[in-house]
């Protein structure tokens, strides 16, 4: 048994010129939840695919649990998959879709009640899908996909298009399939959507893979700086000079300067300022949120090099 759920190595996918998935090398653990994020277009849905055998990249190599995607087969059991809208048949209870799902891929019907149980249906397992809400239906899925009792679960972005109460129950949901020691990788445009659930993340951006590790480790690359108010807005220049000649990077917004250096450290620019004869209205410690550093990620650098998508 491999301590990894997914390998890959340079894995690659074009469409025509376009490369949807850009050499990508990564391994993501066993177990807890794994977000897979990236503004839309990134290749969150290809990657998906081509893990799940659904299509093959055209370079690279990968693995899902120890086996390689070139024979789907060999992992297909123990995979469970919520890609795209769940399709069930909407005139039929949540029960009986879960039912003849199982019929049909030779599960125990006993299965049927526990997964019900697992994404918290059961009160409503005996009206029709048509009644539920976008929510209900996107826990049906995740049923759908349970049902095999599978180790890892590969869900596709199951929280668009739902209310902030609706985010909030698959994101405890995603918790509780962990909790239970499975591997669950969920992808989503926003990170802010992941970033309750999520034990490790994977950051891609136009197909090219930006980071993967522990969420704290994205955490430590927030940049953190201190917000200086000079009482005359007038002595914002001098006081950038002032801080530069003490090794402090600072930039100007409005009357406020933003200096590049610890918090901890907001004592010194203080003096600093007093030295010059300079009154500071305002000193304030500045952190990202993990959200910044995620746009900060997937934006600043895309306007910087677009040519990255595009096949040489
Ligand atoms: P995401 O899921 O992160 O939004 P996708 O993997 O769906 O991104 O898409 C990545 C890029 O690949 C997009 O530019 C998309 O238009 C393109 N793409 C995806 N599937 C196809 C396809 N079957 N044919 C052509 N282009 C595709
Ligand atoms: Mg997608």
Known sequence: ???????????????????????????????????????????????????????RPSAGTAEVLGRPIADPSRYAD???????????IPTLSARRNLASLALLRG????????????????????????????GMKQRLGIAMALLPDPDLLILDEPTNGLDPAGIVEIRSLLKRLAADGRTVIVSSHLLSELEAAADYVVVIRFGA????????????????????????????????KLFAAQ????????????????PERAAELNRAAQG?????????????????VFLQM??????????VRKAA
């Not at 010059?276 to 910044?292: F, G, N």
């Not at 997937?298 to 040519?307: K, L, N």
């Open 209 to 240: 893979l930006l980071f993967a590790g522990p969420l704290a480790e994205l955490m430590r690359q927030a940049r953190t700086g201190v917000e200086v108010e000079p009482e005359h807005p007038a002595d914002a220049a001098r006081l950038a």
């Open 276 to 292: 010059a004869s300079i009154v500071l209205r305002r000193l304030a410690p500045r952190t990202q949120s993990l959200e910044d």
């Open 107 to 134: 599960l125990p019907d006993t299965r049927v009640d526990e997964v019900l149980h697992i994404v918290d249906l059961r009160d409503r397992a005996d009206d029709d899908v048509r009644t539920y809400s976008h």
């Open 78 to 88: 123990r995979v469970g998959a919520l890609i795209e809208s769940p399709a069930f």
């Open 1 to 55: 048994m491999t301590a990894r759920a997914i390998t890959t190595s340079g894995l690659t996918r074009r469409f025509g010129d376009l490369v949807a998935v850009d050499d990508v090398s990564l391994e993501i653990p066993r177990g807890g939840v794994i977000g897979l994020v990236g503004p839309n277009g990134s290749g969150k849905s290809t990657t998906i695919r081509i893990l799940l055998g659904l299509i």
């Open 247 to 262: 090794g402090w990077a600072s930039e100007m917004t409005g009357d406020t300067l933003r200096v590049q250096v610890d």
């Open 298 to 307: 997937t934006t600043v650098a895309a306007t910087t090099d677009t040519t």
